[in-house]
């Protein structure tokens, strides 16, 4: 099942590795990204698996285009407790924020061998603006099991970018927002201890992911 779950989460971040179609709609960028994802790890699996920063670097070079890393981590903070953050510590987490997601799903990317991947077509709640839609994608393990995942999209200055990911109904940005907080109250308000440790925060979130998923 952790197997599945790795697969799942891979996916979840696949989406940067399209190339730059402005044109494209949210659909044509999950399915042609979830085609060149496997390309592109096929053909480095290996130099990767030996050099980790490598791939880490590799993988921030074409996640960053195209994934809101700042719109995330400012939800994820809250407004609550960013109206009290100097531009140096909310600079600070949108690093620190990036690098823990980079790592955390790059090392599900590498286990990441092979699946059957299917976007579906856009419903009624799909394209809700021009602004902000919805990508709904299946996956199914080799088992037979089907995963449903749903990204949340926005288009930033004519680019749609990923600002969340739903997987097996379980709201990551949301399970992030709450682990924020708690990890706020646990350090009494200490916003920069709660970012010196959020990449304890963010294995905390995957034990979780994965124990819900896998139950």
Do not use: C, H
Not at 9 to 17: D, G, R
Not at 169 to 191: K, V, Y
């Amino acid at each position: 099942m952790q197997n599945v779950m790795k697969l799942v989460l891979a996916l979840a971040m696949s989406l940067p590795l399209v190339a730059q179609a402005v044109a494209a709609t949210p659909q044509q960028v999950v399915e042609e990204t979830s085609t060149r994802v496997m390309e592109v790890l096929d053909a480095n699996r290996e130099t990767y698996k030996a050099d980790s920063e490598a791939f880490l670097e590799g993988l921030n070079e074409v996640l960053n285009p195209v994934v809101d890393f700042e719109g995330i981590a400012r939800s994820v903070m809250t407004v609550r407790f960013s109206r009290g953050a100097s531009p140096e510590q909310m600079e600070r987490f949108i690093d620190t924020f990036k690098r823990s997601m980079v790592q955390f799903y790059g090392n599900a990317l590498l286990e990441f061998d092979s699946g059957n991947i299917k976007v579906l077509p856009p419903g009624n709640r799909a394209q809700q603006s021009d602004e902000r839609a919805s990508v709904d994608m299946e996956i199914r393990a080799t088992n037979g099991t089907v995963y449903p995942v749903t990204y949340t999209m926005v288009n930033l200055d004519g680019q749609w970018k990923v600002r969340n990911v739903i997987v097996e109904g379980i709201n990551i940005g949301l399970l992030f927002r709450d682990q924020f907080a708690q990890a706020m109250q646990t350090n009494r308000n200490d916003l920069d201890k709660v970012i010196n440790n959020w990449g304890g925060v963010v294995a905390e979130s995957r034990e979780t992911v994965e124990k819900e998923v896998g139950q």
